[in-house]
């Protein structure tokens, strides 16, 4: 037999205990976050229906979506035609049925239609669950990544995104990520400039275009708009407004004065002052927040508040991103249900911590004591100091194998275990152990109870 050389599928990757336990102290302070502001646990199947993914992210969303094969003979009920088998768009539905969830708001909002009548709004939920999307893989995008969701569905109250605010700042705040913006915008407004400019059918591809301006500038954006045969009026009118600068106030008077026409755009105003109003009413609540017109959030589902994150001084994009939706429940029968929500990208915020050199070890759980092994009759007397030190909750571990000494303490320096307790006949005889600080090269003789008062100041 050929030995196959291992290898990870590209876009994907594999934690090893030194990321993971900074990977879970990031979803622990999420998580507590989540739980004080009153979101429930929720998860949903690694797969769904195509018939519930596909047409709700736009038309390159559905692009990026991993299809599963059906099982078994997938080929069994193609049509025998050769068109079926070079036409993507016919072959596809007779092979595939199911795919790898491309986030979770869409299965959320599955699950609140299939279980309405189960559940109490508002419905405030949390998740936490990979999801997966067939891009080019690159610095900070992966092809399977985590997606941490909180969504407040059955109301259209902006309370809802104003907490999601709030939320969104104590937790940077927790992670010790100060650098940071939390951006805002409302489609409403993207949605009154277009219907302004005669293109309101346009609207969504605007903006999917739009959504592309950080990465490619305002010049190949102008190119891009009229590629896709934008009038030049618009374009003009898209320039002049998602460069304006200034504080949200004078943004927002700007617009009031510029489309009082649109209902539309006069909607999404009033929406960003109220919001505005809710986060001035608390103690530097509008500290590292801003309207940026410019911001369009590509997902298609979108229909008023949008929000993103977007850490300062590292080259990765937003890391972190939500809004409000007032259609995605009518979609599988449930009209008339709106909700928002936020999403942290767990796998950004990682590599923004790690560029930034922002893990402390004082707050990584890791082993505190390592016991040596030296022969079977102080195992067992270890084995019972292992167990008092745990119902301590102090992290130790015992030394599985009676081995040479110097190789358990290159294991302690290897794990970068602080302290090394030596239990051997001599110490059995005495009921006391001896520890050694492994930073400072000390040891020190001391009881059972001596040891656990000690390790519990440090």
């Known amino acids: ?35 004080k502001y009153g979101f429930l646990p929720l998860e949903t199947p690694a797969m769904e229906n195509l018939s519930v993914l596909s047409g709700k992210y736009g038309d390159e969303g559905d692009q990026l979506l991993f299809k599963i094969l059906n099982s078994g003979d ?3 009920k193609v049509d025998n035609d050769e068109k079926t088998f070079l036409d993507y768009g016919k072959l596809t539905p007779q092979i595939s049925e199911k795919g790898l969830r491309y986030d979770l708001t869409v299965p959320f909002a599955r699950y609140v239609a299939m279980n309405q009548h189960d559940i109490v709004f508002p419905f405030k939920r949390y998740q936490i669950q990979p999801v997966w999307r067939a891009d080019r893989p690159q610095k900070g995008r992966y092809r399977e990544f985590f997606q941490c969701d909180a969504d407040v569905i059955g109301t259209d109250s902006l309370l809802c995104e104003a907490e999601i605010a709030i939320l969104v700042h104590e937790v940077f705040h927790n992670l010790g990520l100060r650098d940071y913006v939390l ?22 591809e605007f903006f999917v275009l739009l959504d592309k301006l950080d990465k490619i500038g305002l ?48 909607e999404g105003v009033g929406e960003i002052r109220k919001f505005f109003e809710y986060l001035e009413s608390l103690e530097d609540g509008i500290k590292q927040t801003e309207l940026d017109i410019s911001l369009a959030r590509g997902l298609s589902y979108y229909t008023g508040m949008i929000l993103e994150v977007k850490a300062t001084g590292v080259r990765i994009g937003s890391i972190g991103g939500g809004g409000r939706y007032d259609n995605l429940a009518g979609v599988f029968g449930l009209p008339g249900m709106s909700g928002v929500g936020f999403s942290f990208g767990i796998d950004r915020i990682f590599d923004v911590m790690e560029e930034l050199n922002l893990f402390s070890d004082h707050n990584l759980p890791a082993t505190k004591i390592l016991i040596t092994n030296f022969d079977p009759e102080t195992e067992k007397y270890a084995f019972q100091i292992l167990s008092k030190l745990r119902r301590a909750d102090i992290r130790a ?17 290897k794990r970068e275990i602080p302290f090394v307790l030596m239990i051997g006949s001599e110490e059995l005889k005495k009921g006391v152990c001896s520890l050694k600080d492994m930073n400072r090269g000390e040891q020190e003789e001391l009881t059972i109870d001596a040891l656990i008062e000690k390790m519990n100041r440090i």
């Open 1 to 35: 037999m050929n030995t196959i050389k291992p290898a990870l599928p590209r876009g994907t990757r594999d934690f090893p205990p030194d990321v993971m336990v900074k990977r879970n102290f990031i979803l622990n302070i999420i998580r507590a976050a989540f739980e």
């Open 74 to 76: 997938f080929m069994a």
């Open 183 to 204: 951006k805002v915008n409302n489609r409403k407004i993207l949605e009154g400039i277009a219907e302004s400019a005669g293109d309101k059918k346009r609207a969504g």
């Open 219 to 266: 010049h190949h954006l102008k190119e891009l708009l009229e590629e896709n045969r934008f009038h030049r009026d618009f374009i003009a009118r898209i320039e002049r407004i998602i460069t304006l600068t200034g504080d949200h106030q004078h943004k927002l008077d700007f617009l009031e004065r510029n489309m009082s026409g649109s209902e539309m755009a006069r």
């Open 397 to 413: 571990e015992l030394f599985p194998d009676p081995v040479k000494i110097k190789k358990q303490l290159n294991y302690a320096n």
